[in-house]
C-alpha cells in the first residue's frame, strides 16, 4: 500500500518512533526493504537517490517499488531522496513518487524556501509529501557532497519549516553521509533545541554510523520521525559477498540468483535491525 510521509510521520513523532528511510537501487535491496518491512510488520520508506535513477531508470524503478508495495498490507513510502532540482522532483511526482526530497541546503536561505513553496505546490496535486533540507549535511550522498557540515540553527528551522511548508525538515546536527568522518558526532543538544521549535516531524541524514543506539533512540525523543539509512546498506551487502565468495565451496559459483540471494539476506537483516532500533516493529 502506497502512502506519503504526511500519513505516517506526524503519528510517529507523537509517539515516539521513526520510520527507516532505506535507499535502493535495484530489485534485490527492493525486496530486501519489503520483505522487511512484511516481517516486522512496519510502515517503511524506501528511497532513490538521482544517481539510483540513473542508475536503473526511473521507470523501472518506480514499478519495481510500486508493484512491490501493491502486494503487500504494509504502508510504503517512494521517495526521492536528495532531488537536486524541481525539475527532478516533478518528473518522479509524475512517475508516481508518494513523496519527494529536493535538496537545496546549498542555496541561500530564501531560494530554498523559495524551490520548496514551488515543489510543495506542485506535489499537492498529486497528494504527495515534501522533505527539505537546511544544512547542508556533510559527506557524499550519491550526487551530492558537502566537504563540511553547516550545522542548522533552530530559529533558521522554524522560519523556514513556517515559510517552506514542507512536510519534514532533514536537520544537520553532526552526522554525515558515507562512510564514518573523523568529527563525525551527533548533537543531541542542537537537536533537541531545534525539536522545541520546530513542530513538523524531523529527519535524521548519515545515520549508518557515528551516533550509537543510545543516541538515536534520544533523537527520537527530539522529534526525529524519519532516519535515512544507506551506506549500512551497501557495507552489509557487499560484506555478505566477499564472504560468499571468500568461502572454498563457492569460489565456482555462477548462479546470479544464488548469489545475488546472498546480498539480499543480509541488506534484509540489517533493515530489520534498523526497525528495531527506531521502534517501528509492529507500527503500521
Ligand atoms: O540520504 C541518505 C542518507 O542520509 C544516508 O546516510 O550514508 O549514513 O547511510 P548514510
Ligand atoms: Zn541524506
Given at each position: 500500500?502506497?502512502?506519503?510521509?504526511?500519513?505516517?510521520?506526524?503519528?510517529?513523532?507523537?509517539?515516539?518512533?521513526?520510520?527507516?528511510?532505506?535507499?535502493?537501487?535495484?530489485?534485490?535491496?527492493?525486496?530486501?526493504?519489503?520483505?522487511?518491512?512484511?516481517e516486522a510488520k512496519?510502515?517503511?520508506?524506501?528511497?532513490?537517490?538521482?544517481?539510483?535513477?540513473?542508475?536503473?531508470?526511473?521507470?523501472?524503478?518506480?514499478?519495481?517499488?510500486?508493484e512491490m508495495a501493491a502486494s503487500v498490507k504494509v504502508p510504503v513510502v517512494l521517495h526521492l531522496d536528495h532531488g537536486r532540482t524541481f525539475q527532478v522532483a516533478k518528473q518522479c511526482l509524475e512517475?508516481?513518487?508518494?513523496?519527494?526530497?529536493?535538496?537545496?541546503?546549498?542555496?541561500?536561505?530564501?531560494?530554498?524556501?523559495?524551490?520548496?513553496?514551488?515543489?510543495?505546490?506542485?506535489?499537492?496535486?498529486?497528494?504527495?509529501?515534501?522533505?527539505?533540507e537546511l544544512g547542508p549535511i556533510a559527506g557524499q550522498e550519491d550526487y551530492v557532497h558537502s566537504a563540511k557540515a553547516y550545522k542548522t540553527d533552530p530559529e533558521h528551522a522554524r522560519m523556514f519549516a513556517d515559510q517552506s511548508e514542507v512536510d519534514a525538515l532533514a536537520v544537520s546536527v553532526g552526522l554525515a553521509h558515507g562512510l564514518k568522518l573523523k568529527e563525525e558526532k551527533l548533537d543531541l543538544k542542537l537537536l533537541k533545541q531545534i525539536s522545541e521549535?520546530?513542530?513538523?516531524?524531523?529527519?535524521?541524514?548519515?545515520?549508518?554510523?557515528?551516533?550509537?543506539?543510545?543516541?538515536?533512540?534520544?533523537?527520537?525523543?527530539?522529534?526525529?520521525?524519519?532516519?535515512?539509512?544507506?551506506?549500512?546498506l551497501r557495507v552489509a551487502w557487499s560484506s555478505a559477498l566477499r564472504a560468499f565468495f571468500a568461502a572454498k565451496e563457492n569460489k565456482d559459483a555462477y548462479d546470479p540468483r544464488t548469489i545475488l540471494t546472498v546480498g539480499t539476506q543480509a541488506v534484509k537483516q540489517q533493515v530489520l535491525r534498523h526497525m528495531k532500533l527506531f521502534g517501528s516493529v509492529g507500527k503500521k
Open positions: 500500500m502506497i502512502v506519503s510521509l504526511s500519513e505516517l510521520l506526524p503519528r510517529a513523532r507523537a509517539k515516539g518512533y521513526a520510520i527507516g528511510a532505506f535507499n535502493t537501487t535495484n530489485l534485490e535491496i527492493t525486496k530486501a526493504i519489503i520483505e522487511a518491512a512484511v512496519s510502515s517503511v520508506i524506501i528511497q532513490t537517490s538521482e544517481k539510483a535513477i540513473d542508475y536503473a531508470g526511473l521507470n523501472p524503478l518506480r514499478a519495481l517499488v510500486l512517475a508516481g513518487y508518494s513523496s519527494v526530497m529536493v535538496d537545496a541546503s546549498r542555496m541561500p536561505f530564501r531560494d530554498n524556501v523559495y524551490t520548496m513553496r514551488k515543489t510543495v505546490a506542485y506535489a499537492r496535486k498529486f497528494k504527495a509529501s515534501v522533505e527539505g521549535v520546530v513542530e513538523i516531524p524531523l529527519v535524521l541524514h548519515g545515520a549508518s554510523k557515528g551516533a550509537t543506539e543510545k543516541e538515536i533512540k534520544q533523537a527520537i525523543g527530539y522529534g526525529v520521525a524519519k532516519i535515512n539509512i544507506d551506506t549500512a
